[in-house]
């Protein structure tokens, strides 16, 4: 990935965390040029967190931002400053010609499209779950428009249960993949009550769940330090909304679930001795405080076996071998897959060190190809 200034003249970029210089793609119409990626791989290369988005929804996020009848929310604040980056737009939202281009150039045979965060979570309430079927309906057309190179999540706004609910059964119909939630909304998750029936339909329309990070709620201390995308604020909420599920007991409740988290697991894996020793903790607060029963609910498993059994994680900006193999080995090859984070983070000397990794044939191909299509029900 090359770093550089962009069209603003600036070197500092989106909150001093992407460093991409989008403005040589958009004067060349590619990617940069290809580095040593192996052209004849035993594998099909399928990333699965490539973000994009549609012209309304942006409007619809800038417009709500501006309005001065939008509370106080980073994650709007975040979507207005995406939308003043033309070239990142460009690239965002197109899924045709230009993309496809960039993954030649990258070797990266399908992508898994993510409505890029914030999504439609953060616009005017009311308008969300209209913006979630339009785009819904876009990245269904464009995967009929290329089907061996594109599959997709499905997104959905929260705040709306029942129309996020009939809006998923509505997706799994269409054929999308799974379906994707740009983490909390205002500060709430997933794993308070009133918003398990989303994580039902989930379950019943065997949907796995993408959560992507979005900007932190009450962020400010993160932004004062330099923290408020990836290098923390981002990975803390995704943190915070997996937590939640596991120790709310929604897995106990909807065993057959499946969620998925980036970026390697948001370092979760490293944590899971500790979350097990630890689990006492929440275990006695938790549940009461979500339910507002007082009732002590205590999980039926160790936090650990929810990892190896419910979630699966990607490599998503992290082309790093000792983490990728470790969390092979504490999760399980079969829960490890491969991702890039186009437009965000993008390199061809990456996707050369995932050909040259020291793992088997058989894992390297359930990391690259095979993990993809069984959690997200790609074909062909």
């Given at each position: ?93 197109d899924l045709g010609d230009l993309r496809i281009a960039h993954m030649d150039e990258l070797g990266i045979d ?68 799974g379906a994707v939630l740009n983490s909390h909304w205002q500060g709430h998750y997933l794993d308070e009550p ?187």
């Amino acid at each position: 990935m090359t770093s550089g200034k962009l069209e603003d003249g600036s070197e500092k970029g989106l909150k001093g965390h992407f460093r991409e210089d989008f403005s040589h793609r958009a004067r060349t119409g590619l990617a940069p040029r290809a580095g040593h990626v192996l052209r004849d791989a035993p594998y099909k290369r399928i990333a699965c967190e490539e973000a994009w988005t549609f012209p309304d929804l942006v409007k619809a996020q800038v417009a709500y931002c501006e309005s001065g009848a939008a509370p106080d929310d980073d994650s709007l604040k975040m979507a207005r400053m995406f939308a003043n980056m033309p070239s990142l737009q460009e690239m965002l939202q197109d899924l045709g010609d230009l993309r496809i281009a960039h993954m030649d150039e990258l070797g990266i045979d399908r992508q898994l499209l993510l409505l890029t965060a914030p999504g439609v979570q953060v616009v005017k309430p009311g308008d969300g779950t209209a913006l979630a079927i339009q785009a819904n309906d876009i990245a269904a057309e464009a995967c009929r428009n290329h089907p061996t190179r594109f599959s997709a999540c499905a997104a959905f706004d929260p705040r709306d249960v029942a129309g996020s609910v009939k809006e998923l059964e509505r997706a799994a119909k269409l054929g999308l993949n799974g379906a994707v939630l740009n983490s909390h909304w205002q500060g709430h998750y997933l794993d308070e009550p009133e918003f398990w029936p989303i994580l039902e339909a989930l379950e019943a329309n065997g949907l796995a769940l993408y959560i992507h990070p979005t900007a932190p709620f009450n962020g400010a201390h993160y932004e004062k330090r330099g923290f408020f995308g990836a290098l923390g604020g981002f990975p803390h909420d995704v943190w915070l909304h997996t937590m939640g599920l596991i120790m709310s007991g929604a897995f106990d409740r909807f065993p057959r679930l499946r969620l998925v988290i980036g970026h390697m697991g948001e370092c979760m894996p490293l944590h899971l001795y500790r979350f097990d020793w630890m689990q006492g903790n929440a275990d006695g607060r938790a549940r009461p405080a979500l339910f507002g029963d007082g009732e002590i609910r205590r999980l039926k498993h160790p936090a650990s076996y929810y990892f190896r059994t419910n979630i699966w994680i990607t490599t998503s900006g992290v082309g790093w071998e000792p983490a990728i193999r470790f969390c092979q080995e504490v999760l399980g090859p079969e829960r490890v897959l491969y991702a890039m984070d186009y437009p965000y983070q993008q390199s061809y000397d990456e996707v050369a060190v995932y050909d040259r990794m020291a793992i088997s044939d058989k894992d390297k191909k359930l990391l690259m190809e095979d993990n993809a299509r069984t959690v997200f029900r790609i074909r062909g």
